[in-house]
């Protein structure tokens, strides 16, 4: 978890800013020699929102794993993590729709008339990432009731 943001810093300083950083955040767009330093700039920036949300999920996991070997299992605790992994799988999917065409639009504002994009994609990741989520967050759901019942049922032994 700390290598990948260290790796990702260290790449991002020693690339310089051309055509291939543009190539590299969003493909399949023709962008101009006219892209500015701050388009570029604000387009990795957008472009680090996911990893980021990736990397709180897999806190959470390492988190709710520590739990386990705890023997901490069946506790709100545990059913809330579970919870949250399922939402960081949601929000990783809904960042890759939203984030493409707000950078294919940043990235060709200073195209010509006519060779202005926004490019909106559904792939089968993001569909997957959503579908998981979906699933992750119900059964966090039901372990937060099932924790609900054992917390009643220690209550009466």
Known sequence: MIATPVAFWIGALNMPL???IVDGLVHGITV????TAGQLYGAIALSVI???IFLFV???????FASYRTGDVLTKACANLIKRIGQGFLGLALMQFILQP???????????????????????EMIFF?????????IGWAMREASNVASENRSFV
Request: charged fraction near 15%; aromatic fraction near 0%; avoid cysteine.
């Open 50 to 52: 996911s990893p980021i």
């Open 130 to 138: 959503a579908l998981s989520g979906g699933l992750i967050i119900v």
């Open 18 to 20: 051309d055509q291939a």
């Open 102 to 124: 707000v950078m294919t639009a940043l990235l060709t504002m200073h195209n010509p008339p006519g060779k202005r994009s926004i490019a909106i994609s559904l792939n089968s």
């Open 58 to 64: 897999l806190n959470d996991m390492r988190r709710l």
């Open 32 to 35: 101009t020699r006219n892209v």
